[in-house]
């Protein structure tokens, strides 16, 4: 005789309300471990991210430059590259999106640019 356990309206066997609850215990491990993942990653993005020297020179056209650009690729790599997504989790249009990245030369795969390097030629040119 299998014992049985109230399920909402229904009574389940226990051994279905037991296969239930492991279910839901997996779909919560599994977005704990994606919200840790994405906590690591962006722990990891702050390590990447240049510190700011006193030596330099700080214009804050560069550093909000170099903001949007850091945003627009994370955006592009989290969606695999699909700029409505990207527009839509950055909270813009798809046309600021695109003038953005077209002004910044944001590869469309969301890969990352050396902007001192992009500002070196434009300024040679």
Excluded at 99 to 125: F, H, M, N, V
């Amino acid at each position: 005789m299998s014992t049985q356990i109230a399920w909402g309206p229904r009574m389940l066997p226990a051994n279905e309300v037991i296969l239930r609850n492991e279910v839901v215990l997996d779909n919560r491990l599994s977005a704990l471990r994606e919200v840790a993942l994405t906590l690591l990653r962006e722990v990891e993005s702050l390590r990447i991210t240049e510190p700011v020297t006193l030596s330099r020179k700080i214009r804050l056209s560069d550093e909000v430059q170099r903001f949007e650009v850091d945003l627009i690729c994370s955006a592009l790599s989290r969606t695999a590259g699909n700029q409505t997504r990207a527009a839509r989790l950055l909270g813009v249009n798809l046309t600021t999106l695109n003038a953005k990245i077209k002004r910044y030369k944001i590869p469309i795969d969301g890969r990352k640019l050396d902007l001192e390097k992009t500002e070196d030629q434009e300024s040679a040119a």
